[in-house]
């Protein structure tokens, strides 16, 4: 009987050797191989270590079989237990694979969905009815909150719609307001920008607007335009954008020549590395602005207010009649071919009077500053 017990143990495991053996070479690879390797060790390691431990420390062969087969049970119930802890294990892994899988197809599905709604708002910016063209910008602007990588495309595209929906009137300067009025108070923004007709002597004060798509672009663009370096900027030259408001923004790198952006407002903004070459800014609101880097040439001012603004720009070749400088802080400021007259001066820091005579065409209505504030100027 245990020479039977000995010899099906023997059998079994030359028909796992003789298992694993064409198992490698009916698939000869790397994976197979090693599996192979291991079953073997496995059925040596069941077999044979049992049977080796019993025959070199015990003489009774009932007793020895006995232990044997107790260590064998032993050993499948590590065995056991090691694969267990393998399956656990290869368990795990599938789930984060397909964990993974389930979040890849959920962001292409998402940044379909994005795609269709980014398609479908640019389409709605052609839109013939304003409320549409106004709800494409929301869609816009918040897909670019949900994306970070759709930022700039968005700029791009909602600064070309600003440059088609509001071309450049052409107005002649001659129609254009010459007569000086009160500095706007906040309250005049609220529903609009306050403006006069020139007619005459019937001359009277108005609210001028701005279209809604095109106010709502703006404040898009001023909001989430990050140029790439320094010297990029923005294309948003000769357009449309009368009496548009961007109080409290950082514009940063945009061109704005050319434009119309009479009665504009834009204070306590922050102008940085912006061109105005050619642009009509007439009775803009730029109080409280830090204007930085910024150049202002051939543009028209007149009237425009800088009411304790800190300015460090170039204004050359510019028409400042009217204009109200009020506790503004000009001490970065250069004046080139400047016409000043029936500008206010009061109260300014930083104006030389070098710059006044070699920069400056003034008149008796040009109200310059006071000794004392310009003392360390001279």
């Not at 053996?21 to 698939?27: H, K, R, S, T």
């Not at 404040?219 to 948003?236: N, V």
């Not at 202002?296 to 720009?313: E, H, Q, V």
Request: glycine share 6%; aromatic share 8%.
């Amino acid at each position: 009987m245990k020479t039977l017990i000995r010899e099906i143990r023997s059998f079994l495991m030359v028909v796992a050797l003789l298992g694993c053996a064409a198992g490698l070479w009916i698939v000869p690879t790397w994976r197979t191989w090693l599996v192979g390797t291991v079953l073997v060790l496995l059925v040596v390691l069941i077999w044979k270590l049992p049977q080796w431990y019993a025959s070199r420390h015990l003489t009774d062969s009932e007793v020895g079989l006995r232990i044997e087969n107790d260590a064998r049970k032993s050993i499948l119930e590590v065995i056991g237990g090691g694969a267990l802890l393998v399956g656990l294990a290869f368990t795990w892994q599938n789930l984060q694979h397909t964990q993974e899988a389930t979040n890849l197809t959920l962001d292409r599905a998402r940044e379909g969905q994005v795609t269709d709604r980014f398609v479908r708002s640019v389409e709605q910016l052609g839109s013939k009815e304003l409320s549409v063209r106004v709800g494409a910008v929301y869609s816009l602007d918040r897909i670019a909150s949900e994306s970070s990588r759709d930022v700039r495309p968005i700029v791009e595209i909602l600064a070309a719609f600003v440059r088609s929906r509001g071309p450049y009137p052409g107005e002649k300067a001659s129609s254009l307001i010459r007569q000086r009025y009160r500095r706007p108070k906040p309250d005049d923004f609220k529903f609009g920008t306050l403006a006069i007709e020139d007619n005459g002597a019937n001359s009277r004060l108005t609210r001028v607007f701005l279209a809604a798509d095109l106010q709502a672009s703006l404040g898009i663009i001023a909001s989430r335009w990050k140029p790439s370096d320094e010297q990029e900027r923005l294309d948003l030259t000769a357009c449309f954008l009368r009496a548009a408001a961007a109080p409290r923004c950082h514009i940063l790198n945009i061109d704005f020549s050319f434009s119309d952006l009479r009665n504009v407002y834009f204070a306590e903004t922050t102008f940085e590395r912006t061109m105005f070459a050619g642009t009509l800014l007439m009775d803009g609101e730029f109080s409280h602005t830090v204007v930085s880097k910024v150049v202002f040439i051939g543009s028209d001012l007149r009237g425009a207010t800088f009411y304790k603004a800190t300015l460090n720009c170039a204004f050359i070749s510019c028409d400042l009649r009217y204009a109200d400088f009020t506790d503004a802080d000009l001490t970065g400021v250069t004046f080139s071919q400047v016409d000043a007259r029936s500008t206010d001066f009061t109260g300014v820091k930083g104006l030389a009077e070098k710059q006044i005579k070699d920069g400056l065409r003034t008149d008796s209505n040009t109200i310059l500053p006071t000794a004392s504030s310009n003392a360390g100027k001279r």
